[in-house]
């Protein structure tokens, strides 16, 4: 009898974790995501970037109520890892599409690419749901860059490649080496940067651990700013 009482324990544990979803790579579990309404979702991703979450998903939900909406999508957020849970109510499709989300440096489950894909992926729903994770490791750089050089940073530099900071995740090496949102980067240890985000996302990456020298104008000033890249 003793055996059967603890292999009736033993299945009642195993339950309620066979139906999860396994966490993504490189984001780990927590019990209690934070839970928001979204309110503009461009705004809105900018400050949790700065924030150091990343998006790790995004879902459409049919219920009928914020309430059941919110309840769902925070049994999915634990399951799947999130630390924070953004709820969109009748969000307009077109504008979520319309969003251009920056270029960085991070590991999977966690790319522009990836961002790109969950934007245009978005369709119509009664509630959107954004899951947001903070990575498992530090952001290398914690910058993030507009993927092509807006026009009045455009008219600043001329035809000379450039690359402008969207934003910053605070604490991180490129805020700790005193770059700022705004910067426009023309230069990577004396060289000229590609001219696109992804260009200089890519130029970055195997300079991981390596001390960086950026030159950047700030109100038309040139200067050097080192950062410590993350390993």
Known sequence: MRRIAIAVVALALLLPACGRQPVKEGVERVNKPAMRRGVRLDDDITRFLTAGYLLLDVEGRSEETFKLASGEANKRGRGIGA????????????????????????????SPER?????????????????????????????????????????????QP????????????????????????????????????AGLVTELTPKRGERVTFTVLRDGDPQDKEVALYP
Not at 115 to 142: C, D, K
């Open 83 to 110: 630390h924070l849970i953004v709820v969109y109510e009748a969000l307009d499709v077109e504008t979520a599409r319309a969003v251009v989300p920056p270029e960085f440096m991070a590991e999977p489950p966690f």
């Open 115 to 159: 961002f790109r894909n969950q934007l245009a992926g978005i369709g119509a729903a009664p509630f959107t749901v954004f899951y947001w994770s903070r990575p498992n490791r530090p952001l290398p750089l914690g910058l993030f860059f507009h993927p092509t050089l807006p026009g009045e940073a455009r008219a600043e530099v001329g035809d």
């Open 162 to 197: 450039a690359v402008q900071v969207r934003a910053l995740v605070r604490g991180s090496p490129a805020a700790m080496g005193y770059l700022v949102a705004g910067d426009v980067i023309t230069h990577i240890d004396g060289q000229a940067v590609p001219p696109t985000g």
